[in-house]
């Protein structure tokens, strides 16, 4: 693990420029497969039922990816716990798509997302919460001490 550390330790600097950018770009692109989902829900948008389910799903996997993305430029200590909360966001979301998804066009575009989107994206979040650990352990700036 320390390999791993010190090899992101040498790149955080393009790390803390590219990621934001990606996690803003992973949001965005939700954005339409949100709408889709809500067009094609079985029932009314807004009524209590499963398929509506999905669409706030997403909507707070847009939220968390934003926040994050703000979170990980400003090398703020919150980064663990929200990349946290995210990769598990994103792994359920995975599981329950798989685990739904009736055969045919729906189970194979259930396994490109999980497997090609969502859990490669948990694994970077997963990386991401324990490398920002350090970012919680670390001194606050002396301007931030003045009482």
């Known amino acids: 693990m320390s390999g791993l550390r010190s090899a992101l330790d040498a790149r955080e600097p393009a790390i803390r420029r590219r990621l934001p950018v990606a996690l803003r770009a992973a949001a965005v692109l939700l954005l339409p497969w949100i709408v889709v989902l809500a067009l094609t829900a079985k029932g009314h948008f807004g009524a209590r039922n499963l398929s509506n389910s999905w669409v706030w799903l997403d909507l707070i996997e847009v939220t968390a990816l934003l926040l994050l993305a703000a979170l990980v430029r400003r ?4 980064t663990s716990p929200i990349a946290s909360a995210t990769a598990v966001l994103l792994f359920m ?6 685990w ?3 055969r045919g066009a729906p189970l194979l575009t259930a396994q490109v997302l999980a497997y090609c989107a969502e859990l490669p994206s948990v694994l970077v979040l997963a990386v991401l919460s ?7 352990a670390a001194p606050a700036r002396a301007d931030l001490q003045r009482v």
């Not at 090398?75 to 919150?78: L, N």
């Not at 979301?93 to 798989?98: V, Y």
């Open 130 to 136: 324990w490398y920002s650990l350090a970012w919680a």
């Open 100 to 102: 739904s998804a009736h």
């Open 93 to 98: 979301d995975a599981f329950f798509d798989l």
């Open 75 to 78: 090398r703020h200590r919150a």
